[in-house]
């Protein structure tokens, strides 16, 4: 159970590009639940349409809109209609992501390409749009990046590049902004178990138990647990904090903390 405030974001307009399904909806779900309107973007229209459906069945004010993060002109005019449909923009998030596992040697090109330019790109192009929207002081940026960005891994040299991207693109642009009264932050989720990647990267008990036992609180995350940081991150509470890269991932960030499985064989 949340212990913020049930109207934390009474007044605010948020955006949320990839806010469509897993982490980010349920960040838009809970920017709703707090007060805000919200406006959610992801390609597909079909998808766009079932979020803005399940929000406003909650009850809350809410518009969609389907673009390609990759394609700024879009990205622009997506925000552009958000600010005219809800009002000015106070938080934006951007969470649109690819994944898949690859060596690099079995990896195309254009594969590799893709996923920086979905991640890193897309993260920029929202980002950079946003600016204009919301260039005053109070007003929040987010970004959701990876433990990948600062630890090497095996298959995935294409998300570890990207998100390492948005690391320094959050950091740089909290630099820039930060005279504005603009906040620029991101949010590194662990192993979130409620989401279609988990499911694929650990389909099986087996594998569930061997990552759960590396985390110093020995659990899978939940959605509800980015969403509550992303709250907080967007709320009048995170006034001072900025260039932040907060990781919500039950100690993944601290290394294997299984070693003691060792220990009590010796």
């Known amino acids: 159970m949340s212990t913020f405030a049930p109207n934390l974001l009474a007044g605010k307009v948020a955006f949320v590009a990839g806010g469509t399904s897993g982490i980010n909806l ?15 973007l992801s390609r597909k229209q ?34 552009r209609q958000a600010a005219e449909t809800l009002g000015p923009i106070d938080i934006v998030l951007s969470g649109a992501a ?87 932050n991101a949010i590194s989720p662990g192993p979130i178990g409620d989401t279609e990647g988990m499911r694929r990267l650990a389909p099986n008990p087996e594998i569930q138990a061997v990552i759960k036992n590396s985390l110093a609180l020995r659990e899978f995350g939940t959605t509800t647990d980015i969403a509550e940081a992303a709250l907080f991150l967007a709320s009048d509470s995170a006034r001072y904090i900025t260039g932040a890269i907060l990781n919500v991932d039950g100690g993944n960030d601290l290394g294997d903390a299984g070693m003691d499985r060792l220990f009590s064989l010796s």
């Open 46 to 79: 079909e998808k766009v349409d079932a979020a803005t459906a399940l929000i406003a069945q909650e009850g809350h004010d809410t518009a969609g809109f389907a673009a390609d993060v990759r394609n700024y002109g879009d990205v622009e005019a997506a925000l």
């Open 26 to 40: 349920e960040i838009a779900r809970r920017y709703a639940r707090a007060g805000a309107k919200v406006a959610v």
């Open 98 to 184: 690819g994944n898949f596992l690859a060596p690099a040697l079995g990896m195309s090109a254009n594969a590799f390409k893709t996923v920086v330019d979905i991640d890193l790109i897309g993260t920029f192009n929202v980002l950079r749009a946003s600016y204009a929207y919301l260039n005053r002081p109070g007003a929040s940026l987010l970004s959701i990046t990876a433990g990948q960005a600062v630890h090497p891994m095996m298959f995935q040299a294409h998300v570890c590049a990207a998100k390492a991207g948005i690391n320094m693109l959050t950091k740089c642009l909290a630099m820039e902004w930060g005279p504005t009264g603009v906040r620029v």
